[in-house]
């Protein structure tokens, strides 16, 4: 092992591939002679346990176990009926339940535009359809079984799959269908965090009293995705990113894998080196040609000898993640500063009903925004650009913070009479609120109004949270709907060239 050192420190990259190598033979070697290999590497399993007490009561049978340090058992513990077992039990026995349970959950809708296409137009379902200009951006599972693969030039593809139908894609739709499955995924936890379009993370950390069959109840929410979508999701669920998200494309479509703890590197032995993050082409290619092809190889190279091939950042990531380790948490959502919405009118327009109809629209998603993310805004702003490209903004200060879109629509209003001062058609019309605040209703004891409104809000909000922007709407709402195409998640207000 010395000597390895010293040749990666005094070598460069292929001399440290050279030692990759050796060490992997070296090692498959002992393997072959060695019975009792496979506790060899346990190294990182005893990093995990240090990471988290190993509480797993089936750690105890693994070698990673013997590294548990004996815990005095608390009260709660000794009588699970006493005042501070319900007082104290919440912390414990979560965090008792917290390593048992495989928390982080990758869900990951399969063949995304594809699906979407296949969802909006009925005649697409069971056929092969490749989405994308000049290369596929993503293939049906139809096609994908007859070997199209994402990024392939379309002259190849329809080689391959000559029945294909090519579509150009519908963007705005997507962003549509991948903010309603992350709405349906945070009625399950709040901590949902949106990796790409169509990729979520969650943690479902201290979850456990709500869900006590765990595994029901992320079949549950695939279904739900399913039911209320149209699309199909693969769930992988493990204790950390890294693992959930390999357990998730594994075995797509409607893939559905849960990683126990302690079974991480386990499940990750066999699996092909370019299923790790990190882990391109190039570098596996480096690695096939030194006989490393599988996870439970890489894990055997030291890591020096990595880090002197791929680099010291990566080289660690590489080492850890072949352990199924990784720091990385769940993001939350950050809260917003702002909220601005605008859009343009081909052409232009002085038609006040329209312009009327559009402010009321975008006030709308201001308030419903605001309210979902429990804030109330001080300010309101309006923008107005005419067809010569003159443009106005003003902004006002609301008596009273709210996120009632009538009040917003009211101080809009205001705005948009000060400002439309020429007689020139307006091109642009936008609304921003900003200065928020923490959504702190009272009861109003003398405005029934408000009351009643609040309700209604929170109604609308609701309904159109489980039928679609377009299940409800204001009365002018009708009007725009006269000239722009629905959506899921409201009206296609810009026509971008994708979506023709
Ligand atoms: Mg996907």
Known sequence: ?????????????????????????ENDRAASFDPHHGHRET???????????????????SPAGSAETPRTETAAEKNPWSAWA???????????????????????VDAFFASVEQVLNPKLRGKPVLVGRGCVA??????????????????????ICPKAIVVPGQYEHYADFAERVR????????????????????????????????????????????????????????????????????ERPRGFRMIAPGEEENFLT?????????????????????????????RQVPKPALQAAFGEALGQQIWERARGLDGREVLLPSTPKSVSRETTIEGGTIDMEFL????????????????????????????????????AH????????????????????????????????????????????????????????ANRRWYLNRGVDSVRGRYGWNAVFYGKGLELREHYATKPNGLVLSTPCLSR
């Open 1 to 25: 092992m010395d000597v390895c050192f010293e040749n990666v420190f005094i070598t460069p990259a292929v001399e440290a591939i050279n030692v990759i190598q050796a060490t992997a033979e």
């Open 43 to 61: 190294d990182a399993g005893q990093e995990t346990a240090a990471q988290s007490p190993a509480n797993d009561p089936s750690a105890s049978a």
């Open 86 to 108: 319900w007082l104290g039990m919440c912390k414990n026995s979560s965090r008792k339940i917290l390593n048992t349970i495989p928390n982080i959950v990758h869900v990951d």
């Open 138 to 159: 993503s293939a049906s599972y139809e096609a994908k079984f007859r070997g199209v693969k994402t990024a392939m030039g379309f002259r190849e593809a329809l080689r």
């Open 183 to 250: 709405r349906i995924l945070e009625t399950y936890t709040p901590a949902v965090e949106t990796a790409a379009l169509d990729d979520f993370y969650l943690d479902f950390a201290g979850t456990e009293r709500l869900y006590p069959d765990y595994e029901a109840t992320l079949r549950r929410l695939q279904a739900e995705i399913r039911g209320r979508t149209g699309l199909s999701v693969s769930v992988g669920a493990a204790r950390t990113k890294v693992v959930a998200s390999i357990a998730s494309r594994l």
């Open 270 to 298: 066999p699996l092909p080196v370019e299923k790790l993050h990190g882990i391109g082409h190039v570098h596996a290619g480096a690695l096939a040609e030194r006989g490393i092809a599988t996870i439970g190889q890489v």
């Open 356 to 391: 009327g109809g559009l402010i009321e629209y975008l006030s709308e998603r201001i308030g419903s925004t605001l309210r979902e993310y429990g804030k109330q805004a001080r300010t309101i702003g309006l923008r107005i650009r005419y067809v010569d490209h003159f443009s």
């Open 394 to 449: 003003q902004t006002a200060r609301i008596s009273k913070p709210t996120n009632d879109e009538r009040e917003l629509l009211a101080a809009a209003k205001d705005l948009f009479g000060k400002l439309f001062t020429r007689r020139v058609a307006v091109r642009l019309v936008g609304v921003s609120v900003n200065n928020l605040e923490t959504d702190k209703r009272q009861h109003e004891l003398f405005d029934t109004n």
